[in-house]
């Protein structure tokens, strides 16, 4: 199990076997984080295969459980942890501590959970930002289809009435064109930006106003 780097009984240091478990468990576990996030969760479980990546955790579980027992055999891990903590005993080897496999199990398990959660929250985040992204390209696309519709009816019935002003009032006429010519520059120059400036729109509409 993980415990802390500190831990010391009375003035001896733990074994070396003891402190190389625990950067074998560090490093297994971060593995198993950042593998489950990065492929296993995106490739497997988002894709719909549901049976198999549950397939997978529990696989992983048993590898993760057998690595722990091949490493502590390696390290002679019970030996050195025995003769520790009963130096005047001889060693003589054990069924293994079931409270001490349990809990490493639920670390993986702990680890499996937490970076599914990451990845699921990351897909989230991802299909909300295209989400946004598809709407104002929606938006975007019903303005400039409504630009279009509207543009052309306003122009014509504009120059049909300023045409009618003609047989009425020279003056106003050639006002009226002069104002049309600065709304029509807005709507095809000005108006395809992005960002146009209030002073800009104020100008405009006091044109029209007056």
Same mark, same amino acid.
């Given at each position: %199990? !993980?415990?802390?780097?500190?831990?010391?009984? &009375?003035? $001896?240091?733990?074994?070396?076997?003891?402190?190389?478990?625990?950067?074998?468990?560090?490093?297994?576990?971060?593995?198993?984080?950042?593998?489950?996030?990065?492929? /296993?969760?995106?490739?497997? =479980?988002?894709?719909?295969?549901?049976?198999?990546?549950?397939?997978?955790?529990? &696989?992983?579980?048993?590898?993760?459980?057998?690595?722990?027992?091949?490493?502590?055999?390696?390290?002679?891990?019970?030996?050195? %942890?025995?003769?520790?903590?009963?130096?005047?005993?001889?060693?003589?080897? @054990? &069924? @293994?501590? !079931?409270?001490?496999?349990?809990?490493?199990?639920?670390?993986? %398990?702990?680890?499996?959970? =937490?970076?599914?959660?990451?990845?699921?929250?990351?897909?989230?985040?991802?299909?909300?930002?295209? @989400?946004?992204? =598809?709407?104002?390209?929606?938006?975007? #696309?019903?303005?400039?289809?409504?630009?279009?519709?509207? $543009?052309?009816?306003?122009?014509?019935?504009?120059?049909? $009435?300023?045409?009618? =002003? /003609?047989?009425?009032?020279?003056?106003?006429?050639?006002?009226? !064109?002069?104002? +049309?010519?600065?709304? %029509?520059?807005?709507? !095809?120059?000005? $108006?395809?930006?992005?960002? /146009? +400036?209030?002073?800009?729109?104020? /100008?405009?509409?006091? #044109?029209?106003?007056?």
């Amino acid at each position: %199990m !993980l415990s802390p780097l500190s831990w010391r009984m &009375g003035d $001896n240091e733990l074994p070396d076997a003891f402190w190389y478990k625990q950067v074998f468990l560090i490093i297994f576990l971060i593995g198993v984080f950042y593998s489950n996030v990065s492929i /296993t969760v995106p490739r497997i =479980l988002l894709k719909g295969k549901n049976y198999q990546y549950i397939l997978l955790v529990v &696989g992983g579980a048993i590898l993760f459980y057998f690595s722990i027992i091949y490493f502590e055999q390696f390290i002679k891990y019970p030996q050195k %942890m025995h003769e520790f903590f009963n130096p005047n005993k001889p060693y003589s080897p @054990r &069924g @293994r501590w !079931l409270p001490g496999d349990v809990f490493q199990i639920l670390l993986y %398990m702990v680890s499996i959970g =937490l970076s599914t959660s990451l990845a699921l929250v990351q897909k989230w985040q991802r299909d909300e930002v295209e @989400r946004q992204d =598809l709407e104002k390209q929606k938006i975007n #696309t019903e303005l400039s289809y409504l630009k279009a519709q509207i $543009n052309p009816h306003f122009f014509f019935n504009t120059l049909n $009435n300023i045409y009618s =002003l /003609t047989n009425l009032d020279v003056k106003k006429a050639q006002e009226a !064109l002069l104002k +049309l010519s600065r709304m %029509m520059r807005y709507v !095809l120059y000005e $108006n395809q930006k992005d960002v /146009t +400036l209030l002073k800009k729109k104020s /100008t405009l509409f006091k #044109t029209i106003l007056s």
